[in-house]
């Protein structure tokens, strides 16, 4: 890779740990990642970088920075620093979550209950066996609608995340 210049990243474009003290800027220049905390200098080994951020060049970087990303920036126990692509979700969460729940207990609610009530339709069936099936499977129902809620309620409450 040729890069004609450094790339700084200031510190508020930078999520860091509390841990982190003093760190100012993350550098990224031909040799790597380097970050600078006002006194000394340590090189980020190529290895605890993110493979998204190793791809990028300085202005890629720049760019992705730009466009509301981050980079967290993480110190392990043994002093040494990782550096890990952010790539906020922008979603619902919470709200993803209960609009998936009441979508998924809605639909199996109306298709059992419908179905119970279209066999009223059946001449031969009538009114009476579609009451004695409502009073029968209405509690099953009610479990099956549940489980399918939860399910679709965690699935889009996660493919949502946090706002």
Not at 32 to 42: A, L, V
Not at 70 to 99: C, N, T, W, Y
Not at 104 to 132: D, F, N, Q, R, Y
Request: charged share 15%.
């Amino acid at each position: 890779m040729n890069y004609s210049y450094k790339l700084c990243l200031c510190i508020a474009m930078l999520i860091s740990l509390s841990s982190f003290g003093m760190m100012r800027q993350l550098i990224r220049d031909e040799n790597g990642f380097r970050i600078f905390d006002g006194q000394k200098e340590q090189i980020v080994k190529s290895h605890f970088v993110d493979p998204l951020l190793k791809r990028m060049s300085p202005d890629k970087l720049k760019t992705f920075v730009e466009q509301g990303n981050r980079i967290k920036a993480i110190r392990l126990s043994d002093g040494e620093h990782r550096l890990q692509a952010m790539v906020p979700g922008k979603g619902g969460g919470l709200f993803g979550a209960s609009v998936g729940f009441f979508l998924g207990k809605g639909t199996v609610e109306v298709v059992c209950h419908s179905l119970i009530w279209t066999t009223a339709l059946i001449p031969v069936v009538g009114t009476g066996i579609a009451v004695g099936l409502e009073t029968t499977l209405a509690p099953v129902i009610e479990v099956a609608s549940n489980t399918v809620g939860l399910a679709v309620g965690l699935g889009t409450g996660v493919a949502t995340g946090p706002v």
